[in-house]
């Protein structure tokens, strides 16, 4: 008989153990990953532009962006993939509701929302998707937000709407907000099944068979006319040159959609989905920095204040996750861990 003796563990602020360094890098990791998602997002307003200018609608710029990032994941997803088909079986339904409700519905949400709102209010609603997961995490999981959670909240919300700029014409209509609120469900999506580390999906296999789903979603609303497929001039122009519409879709394909999402489920993996979201705010920042780069479209001051409070927003929300647990909180676990020490094992 095996007698296993369980010595109790004091934790330290000060732990320099393996398990403890080694979650340090994965979280720096994976706030690097973070902003390179964002940023890698960030591109896609400015990289679309001039499709949407040359007459592409965007139904048929958002699908040819999908279809071209899952046909770019096809290869190297099936050799990640090799020997483990089961696993697309068994995750069937993540991956239609990953490929449809985060992907799918959330763009197309954001584009109905748009055709009746500002672009800077359709966003703000998106972009209450960070909240939408906070909320979930206490509904599902009785995560109740703390005190610096909240702050960061309100102060990115407050920052999202300085960086829009929605006072700035800003228009109201009930079905517009619908559809903005519909692509803030999406977002949160997005986040919580990107999340998920239990069910064995590597990052690009998600990644590639919810574009998969997605993109045949897409193309199954354009047929029957629900979503306006269009297409425009063979060139268009950005940068004060002409060049073909395959340069543009190649980018939003290959670096606005493969490598985000892929990088993006990493990411939040990594973080979890609560300080993933509000890592995700600052692919607003950097949109407006690539729109001042490459469209000459200089920030305002405000902008500039609205960002600051975005910054200050995430750090505040990190900051409340690296805290420890009160104990009335439903996820507290004692300081006094209980676990098997090396060498005490003992054969009676």
Same mark, same amino acid.
């Given at each position: ?20 360094? *080694? ?15 964002? +940023?890698?997002?960030? #591109?896609?307003?400015?990289? =679309? ?22 046909? +770019? ?6 050799? @990640? ?37 500002? @672009?800077?209010? /359709? $966003? ?7 909240? $939408?997961?906070? =909320? ?12 610096? #959670? ?44 990107? =999340? ?6 590597? &990052?690009? @296999?998600?990644?590639?068979? !919810? ?10 609303? !354009?047929?029957?006319?629900?979503? &306006? ?20 879709? =190649? ?31 600052? *692919?607003?920042?950097? /949109? @407006?920095?690539?729109?001042? $780069?490459?469209?000459? *479209? ?10 600051? $409070?975005?910054? +200050? ?7 409340? *996750?690296?805290?420890?647990? &009160? ?7 004692? &300081? ?13």
């Amino acid at each position: 008989m095996v007698d296993q003796q369980m010595t109790p563990v004091i934790a330290t602020d000060t732990d320099s153990s393996p398990t403890s360094v *080694e979650r340090g890098r994965s979280i720096t990791m994976g706030i690097w990953l973070a902003l390179l998602t964002a +940023a890698a997002f960030g #591109t896609s307003g400015v990289i =679309a532009k001039p499709l949407l200018d040359a007459g592409w609608s965007p139904g048929t710029t958002v699908t040819m962006r999908l279809s071209g990032a899952a046909l +770019a994941l096809t290869l190297p997803a099936l050799i @990640v993939l090799r020997g483990r088909w089961h696993l697309l079986t068994r995750n069937a339904g993540l991956i239609i509701g990953y490929g449809l409700l985060a992907m799918a519905a959330c763009q197309v949400f954001y584009f109905n929302a748009v055709t009746t709102l500002s @672009v800077g209010v /359709a $966003l703000l609603l998106e972009y209450l998707g960070p909240v $939408l997961v906070v =909320a979930w995490l206490w509904m599902r999981h009785g995560h109740r937000p703390r005190r610096w #959670t909240m702050i960061g909240i309100l102060l990115s919300i407050i920052g999202l709407a300085l960086v829009l700029d929605v006072t700035g014409g800003m228009s109201l209509d009930f079905g517009g907000v619908l559809w903005g609120l519909g692509a803030a469900v999406g977002l949160a999506a997005y986040f919580v099944l990107s =999340a998920r580390e239990d069910t064995g999906m590597p &990052p690009i @296999v998600m990644a590639w068979s !919810g574009m998969v789903v997605a993109s045949l979603a897409l193309l199954v609303t !354009g047929l029957v006319g629900i979503l &306006p497929m269009q297409t425009g001039a063979t060139q268009v122009a950005f940068l004060g040159s002409s060049m073909p519409w395959f340069v543009p879709v =190649a980018w939003l394909a290959l670096v606005a959609a493969a490598l985000a999402y892929a990088t993006g489920i990493v990411a939040t993996r990594k973080l979890g989905s609560k300080i993933a979201s509000f890592f995700g705010l600052t *692919e607003v920042m950097f /949109a @407006v920095v690539f729109a001042w $780069l490459f469209l000459g *479209e200089m920030p305002l001051r405000v902008q500039l204040v609205g960002g600051l $409070l975005i910054v +200050a927003g995430v750090v505040a929300v990190r900051y409340d *996750e690296g805290r420890p647990l &009160p104990e009335s909180h439903p996820g507290y676990v004692s &300081p006094l861990a209980v676990a098997p020490v090396a060498g005490s094992e003992s054969v009676a």
